[in-house]
């Protein structure tokens, strides 16, 4: 069974930066995207972001488009997330998720990391 594994959240000041990381381990890798979610406190998550395994194509809440990057090393099965620009409203729990996020929203069918803090502050 595949587990995801997120790394690099942290507390920066509003106009900052931070680099997540999202390993898979176990099993057999053969995910047909990866991607991150966001909850902030007392909200439902949200989609951020995602990539297609095997074309690489990128997605983007409007919200983030040209502040996030998502990226991925195939050989490593991680995917990254540099996140520039931060803003107060960036602050969550993000989770990195693997499973048929492009064509499927049904959050249930996906694997699910354990979540990283990221918190901005003004």
């Known amino acids: 069974q595949v587990q995801l594994a997120e790394s690099g959240g942290g507390s920066v000041q509003a106009g900052g930066s931070l680099k997540l990381s999202c390993a898979a381990s176990g099993g057999t890798f053969s995910s047909d995207a990866m991607g991150w979610f966001r909850q902030a406190l007392g909200e439902d998550r949200e989609f951020v972001t995602a990539i297609n395994w095997s074309d690489g194509t990128t997605y983007y809440r409007d919200s983030v488009k040209g502040r996030f990057t998502i990226s991925r090393d195939n050989a490593k099965n991680t995917i990254y997330l540099q996140m520039n620009s931060l803003k107060p409203e960036d602050t969550a729990v993000y989770y990195c998720?693997?499973?048929?996020?492009?064509?499927?929203?049904?959050?249930?069918?996906?694997?699910w990391g354990q979540g990283t803090q990221v918190t901005v502050s003004s």
């Open positions: 998720a693997a499973g048929p996020i492009v064509r499927n929203s049904d959050q249930a069918l996906y694997t």
